[in-house]
Nanobody
Framework: QVQLVESGGGSVQAGGSLRLSCTASGRTFSIYAMGWFRQAAGKEREFVAAINWSSSRTYYADSVKGRFTISRDHAKNTVYLQLNSLKPEDTAVYYC???????????????????WGQGTQVTVSS
């Protein structure tokens, strides 16, 4: 089993920045990728960004490309999401997720992830 603990959410004004962190514990030897999804009130959860754990290749949703940056600290089993130039439409609960099984994956879909964090709220006011 793997446990994911997120931190770093909060409230900011439009144009501001936040940094989210997610640390994995437990069976961390089987991390293949980690990603971030978000769910706004009344909407479905959507992909935000992901990072391949070994290659560090990154993947982004078009809506956040150029504003958000995902990175990872291999030694700390931690993934970060730097959120810059925040917009009110970025307001959502942000979830960290982990791919713990090998296979050909796009990292874009919830079903590809094996473990999930509890979520952290990001609120952007205009």
């Amino acid at each position: 089993q793997v446990q994911l603990v997120e931190s770093g959410g909060g409230s900011v004004q439009a144009g501001g920045s936040l940094r989210l962190s997610c640390t994995a514990s437990g069976r961390t030897f089987s991390i293949y990728a980690m990603g971030w999804f978000r769910q706004a009130a009344g909407k479905e959860r959507e992909f935000v960004a992901a990072i391949n754990w070994s290659s560090s290749r990154t993947y982004y949703a078009d809506s956040v490309k150029g504003r958000f940056t995902i990175s990872r600290d291999h030694a700390k089993n931690t993934v970060y999401l730097q959120l810059n130039s925040l917009k009110p439409e970025d307001t959502a609960v942000y979830y960290c997720a982990l791919v713990g099984s090998i296979g050909i994956k796009t990292y874009l879909f919830e079903a590809e992830y094996d473990y999930w964090g509890q979520g952290t709220q990001v609120t952007v006011s205009s």
